[in-house]
């Protein structure tokens, strides 16, 4: 209860001793980030659209479990969303299908039926991680 009443007055502009410390814990999200895309990098290649997701959602877990971030953590915790509509997933019947993030709208994710699998980051057109499927 208190994480999330510190996470609330954080968003508000009051920041609590409590909620600073506890931010200064975790790697910052474009370091995690960097460790999901090299894991992603080096795992082997997925040869379908669904392997693809389910390495980057596991890869995701592992990165962020290894980082101490807590399962329900949604405020700090990065997450691959289900491959649905409901959570911002396009182009599902067609290939690639895409996904931009939702809160920042800075990266492109885009995962191919092949398994290959294009993170681009948005500001500058950057491709981060373009990984061959199988």
Do not use: H, I, P, S
């Given at each position: 209860m208190e994480?999330?009443?510190?996470?609330?007055v954080s968003l508000c502009g009051q920041d609590s001793e409590h909620s600073r410390k506890k931010r200064m814990l975790y790697l910052s999200k474009s370091v995690r980030f960097s460790q999901f895309v090299e894991a992603v990098r080096s795992a082997p290649a997925a040869n379908c659209r669904?392997?693809?997701f389910d390495l980057m959602k596991q890869v995701m877990d592992s990165v962020e479990n290894k980082n101490g971030l807590p399962a329900n953590d949604g405020g700090d915790r990065m997450n691959v969303f289900p491959m649905e509509e409901f959570?911002?997933?396009?182009?599902?019947?067609?290939?690639p299908c895409y996904w931009i993030d939702s809160l920042v709208?800075?990266?492109?994710?885009?995962i191919y039926n092949s398994g290959r699998i294009v993170i681009t980051r948005i500001k500058g057109s950057t491709v981060v991680l373009d990984k061959p499927g199988a």
């Open positions: 994480t999330k009443l510190c996470r609330w669904q392997a693809a959570y911002g997933w396009k182009n599902l019947t067609g290939d709208k800075r990266y492109c994710t885009e």
